[in-house]
C-alpha cells in the first residue's frame, strides 16, 4: 500500500481509523515487510520504516501487558478519577491504551479483556477537539 493519496477517510488515518471504529470495525495496520501490528494504523511502520503497510481486521481480545490508576487527571475529568488504564496487547499482536472499567485493585497484568466502543460524553466532547466530538470511545471490559 502506498501513501500517495492518503486522506483522512484512509484507516492508516485517526480519523479513518475512529470512523471504522464507530462502525464496529477495529483496525490495524500490519507491515508486510516485518510483520509489526501498528494500532492505530499508520502509513509507515515504526519497527522497520517501511512504507508497505497493509489494513487488517484485529481481534477485539487481549490481555493486560501494562496498566495503572490515574489518580490526576485533566480538570475535564477530575470526577472520574482515580480510574484504570492499560495497555493491552491484542490477540493477534498489537497494543492499544484504553481505559479499564474495572477499579485497578481488580486489574492485573495477564488479565483477559474485551474492546467494546461506546459515544463520548458531554465532558469527553467537551475537551475533544473538534474534528473529535463524533470519534467514539473505545474501553476495555473484563472477560
Do not use: K, N
Not at 1 to 17: E, K, N, Q, S, Y
Not at 26 to 34: E, H
Amino acid at each position: 500500500m502506498t501513501d500517495g493519496g492518503l486522506d483522512a477517510t484512509d484507516p492508516r488515518t485517526l480519523p479513518g481509523f475512529f470512523d471504522a471504529l464507530a462502525d464496529g470495525e477495529l483496525l490495524g495496520g500490519v507491515c508486510a515487510d516485518c510483520g509489526q501490528v501498528l494500532l492505530p494504523p499508520r502509513p509507515a511502520c515504526y519497527a522497520c520504516g517501511s512504507r508497505a503497510v497493509d489494513v487488517e481486521p484485529q481481534s477485539r481480545e487481549g490481555r493486560v501487558f501494562s496498566y495503572t490508576a490515574v489518580h490526576t487527571p485533566p480538570p475535564a475529568f477530575a470526577a472520574d478519577a482515580p480510574y484504570t488504564v492499560a495497555v493491552v496487547e491484542l490477540a493477534d499482536g498489537g497494543r492499544l491504551l484504553g481505559r479499564v472499567t474495572a477499579d485497578y485493585a481488580d486489574v492485573a497484568i495477564g488479565d483477559a479483556v474485551e474492546l467494546t466502543v461506546r459515544e463520548p460524553t458531554a465532558a469527553e466532547r467537551e475537551v475533544a477537539l473538534d474534528y473529535e466530538t463524533d470519534w467514539p470511545v473505545h474501553v476495555f471490559e473484563p472477560r
